[in-house]
């Protein structure tokens, strides 16, 4: 129940075109789901991040959709640019509790 | 601020050996994280510790690792004896304890150990 499953693995999109990394989580106690964004050799850096009392956040290129009936959110990158290039990973935590629970992670390499 | 401090950055030894890896968290955070990164097991949580005391350690794969934090600028991960299946980015990570609605845990750069 403390897992979040990301999908896909990998994904290669061409420059300007929408990349869509997906994830899902079993525990209705999660209330905060941030996106950590990784590039190599450096650790993780906080990308954007949402609280299930919205559907969508929004800033700048990146969005967050989150559908808390189907226990699914997704990060959206509009406009992909060969800079995003990097690992995303999608995670989420609940009950004030500082501890997050990290998906995999998702290889995004964008085609200039 | 210099962000969290990670040393070494490269570690390389040989199985048998004790490893210590050290963190600086940022000035200020009163939380502390330890993470394992390898490509088949992804970002792994190791240990937290809050106001210098562990508060989880269910991620700590065995005896042979442990953690420390002396004091709120210091911690330490050690394994021994270090074994070729340790070989992993480890990142140390500091969140502050000032309560926003959005709680950024901040990463350092990690240390790359690779066991022979």
């Given at each position: 129940q403390q897992q979040v499953k990301q999908s896909p693995q990998s994904l290669i999109v061409q420059k300007g075109g929408i990349s869509i990394i997906n994830c899902a989580y079993e525990?209705?106690?999660?209330?905060y789901f941030p996106w950590y964004q990784q590039f190599p050799g450096k650790g993780p850096a906080l990308l954007i991040a949402i609280r299930p009392d919205v559907s969508e956040k929004k800033e700048g290129r990146f969005t967050i959709s989150f559908n808390k009936s189907a226990k699914q959110f997704s990060l959206h990158i509009m406009d992909?640019?060969?800079?995003?290039s990097a690992t995303y990973f999608c995670a989420a935590s609940g009950n004030r509790d500082d501890k997050i629970i990290f998906g995999k992670g998702t290889r995004l390499h964008i085609l200039p | 601020d210099a962000g969290v401090i990670q040393s070494p950055r490269h570690e390389v030894t040989e199985m048998g050996q004790e490893v210590t890896l050290r963190c600086k968290p940022i000035s200020g955070h009163n939380s502390l994280f330890w993470y394992r990164q390898t490509m088949m097991r992804g970002l792994e949580l190791l240990i937290y510790f809050n106001n210098n005391v562990p508060?989880?350690?269910?991620?700590?794969?065995?005896?042979?690792f442990s953690a420390k934090m002396p004091n709120a600028s210091f911690s330490t991960l050690k394994i021994q004896?270090?074994?070729?299946?340790?070989?992993a980015v480890y990142f140390c990570a500091s969140l502050s304890g000032?309560?926003?609605q959005y709680n950024e845990q901040f990463f350092g750069p990690g240390t790359r150990l690779t066991v022979l």
């Open positions: 525990n209705t106690a999660f209330d992909s640019q060969p800079g995003d | 508060i989880d350690d269910s991620g700590m794969p065995e005896d042979r004896p270090s074994e070729p299946r340790d070989s000032v309560r926003k």
